[in-house]
């Protein structure tokens, strides 16, 4: 499988394919259904492969499709690194692998970043005392960018928010919008960076297995494919620990500059309710070591202006209407570029990544720990 062929062209091709490299290795995986009025019981899955003995010491876990319009992106490293893999090849005694396929399949599906009930799972991961909290804080941060970002109307053909969004800058500061947009907000529903009022099911899915999933393992290595963040086809390996932190020293140790310490984000945005922040703090008494595996598609203006046609579509424009498909395809591009030599370049350094981080989980904690 060239990195090209790794590309699926939708969710379903992505998961049957999925489940067939897993199957074709005498592997078991799991699939665990996500309920959504009009949609089969099956038709959306968190499928799940747990490689290697269950009392494992090391693993490495591999999640894809947390935002699911970048999820075709995860889904190909998933898929290529399998195909990578020789023969009869299983994990070296000690040592396991998690791959879990789409975390939020119905952003996948339909090519939107958040989930069904339009939230951002990557803002979610939060107790309920933190969703009262940030509630009243981001209402106050965010109010104010609602209507610009939120429009309660169908997208336009053309697409306004270049010349607005400098005219924000202008006024609020670029690094004011960089540092509270994306944070995530916890009042608009209907907006982007929504993290919801109450965990959504993939969030609880997460909370309630992943100690299953880790099992007897002492030292994790955990890679979340991300886009969108950073220069086109670059990818940087973003920790939810600030620097100087345990996770960021060793994360810096093993992987050097590639690392970015949290808060150190271009722009400089902490978002809440990270799915990292949580299973770092979760598995505080293992050496867990998250990173969000982020590669740059194009600017920021860009992306942003996206999501928000994106989500004002979803909201606004029949189902059927042609605005739909574009604001699909705009998704697609954005997220996935269409781009052969992004689309070859990420997917190569995804590989050679995993295949270096098998020999580094081995060697990691020997003697020094
Ligand atoms: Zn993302």
Redesign the pocket.
Known sequence: MTPLDAYSPDYKTARVRFRSLIAERGWDAEAIPIDVPGYAPDDLTIDVARVGSPNAERLLVLTSG??GA?GLFGSAVQLAWLASLPRHWEPPAGFAVLLIHALNPHGVAEVHRANEDNVDL?RNFLSEDEFARLRETTARDYGPFDGYLNPACSPSRIDWFPPLFLWMALRYGFGTLQRILPAGQYEFSKGIFHGGSALAQSTKIVMNEMPRWVGAARFVIHFDY???LGKFGDFKLLASDPAGSKQVNLARRLFGDLVVPDHETEGGYHNFGDMGEWLSRRFADLNYLYLCAEFGTYGSTRVIGTLRRDNQARHWTPPESPLRAMTRAEMLEVFVPSSHGWRWAVVQKSVRLIQSSLTLCAEWGNGDE
Request: glycine letters at 14%; zero cysteines.
């Open positions: 947390l935002h970048e990557n991300h886009t969108g």
